[in-house]
């Protein structure tokens, strides 16, 4: 009898989550390329004009991450077991248990079966939910401040304008209308925003190649199908994984 026949389907994502999973890969791409763009904008002797669309497809895109990071996170509370913050943040008895498990395994070159996050994605996925959320809530700020988009595009606009006549006169790059005493002022708010942003930018890249890594890593090592579950919502083990139990069904 071929060894695959002891293999079981243990179904771990929800639709919700795979949804996520990849949107959030594409306008994580998407944002990146246009964030470099951007950086080097003097570089790839890129006009005004250019720099304020690429900005503005940047906050295009923003927005589809933003909503996709806010309904992930509102997932937490109300997905699948494996969907929520008890199964994500690297707290509780039961991380801890799977945790000796898992450490144990390693010891003894064997691979424990894991349905939902490991201990060390667990760690991964907390650092990748905390980098993501702070590029959300700075790029949502930056957006105000640089091309005058919403949500804080407007009360921006209000606060630099020389008379509430002239706030519509107001446009990214352009000075007609600004009091230049209240747009430094804003400018100096701006400024920490900025810097956290692009920090955040290259811990972020740093972080996702640790995350594919880790991906291929796990893959290789325990052929579990952790890939194939972002598509199809499940993995395969031959033993019941150490944090499933009638609750997981």
């Known amino acids: 009898m071929s060894s695959n026949s002891t293999l079981r389907e243990y179904p771990v994502w929800d639709r919700m989550v795979r949804w996520f999973h990849w949107i959030n890969v594409l306008s ?14 003097k570089a790839l002797g890129v006009s005004t004009d250019g720099k304020i669309l690429l900005k503005t497809w940047h906050v295009y895109v923003g927005y589809v991450f933003v909503i996709n990071l806010a309904i992930r996170l509102f997932w937490t509370f109300i997905g699948n077991r494996f969907s929520r913050w008890s199964a994500i943040l690297p707290l509780g008895r039961r991380f801890k248990a799977q945790k000796t498990a898992y450490v144990a395994g390693l010891k003894e070159g064997k691979p424990v079966g894991i349905a939902g996050h490991s201990p060390l994605a667990r760690y991964m996925v907390t650092v990748l939910f905390l980098l993501l959320s702070t590029q959300a809530v700075t790029g949502l700020v930056l957006a105000g401040t640089d091309v005058y988009m919403p949500p804080f595009g407007d009360s921006f606009k209000a606060w630099i304008a020389d008379s509430p006549e002239s706030e519509a006169l107001i446009k990214p790059y352009s ?8 747009y430094q002022q804003m400018r100096d708010l701006r400024s920490p925003y900025k810097e956290v942003h692009e920090i955040v930018f290259w811990i972020l890249v740093a972080a996702i190649i ?20 972002m598509f199809t919502g499940k993995k395969v083990f031959k033993d019941k994984p150490v944090d499933w139990d009638d609750e997981s069904r």
């Not at 994580?28 to 904008?41: E, K």
């Not at 000075?175 to 209240?182: C, F, I, L, P, T």
């Open 210 to 229: 640790l995350h594919l890594l880790g991906v291929i890593y796990s893959e290789l090592r325990e052929r579990n199908g952790l890939v194939s579950a």
């Open 28 to 41: 994580v791409l998407a944002l990146i390329a246009i964030g470099v763009a951007i950086m080097n904008s």
């Open 175 to 182: 000075k007609e209308g600004v009091n230049e005493a209240s």
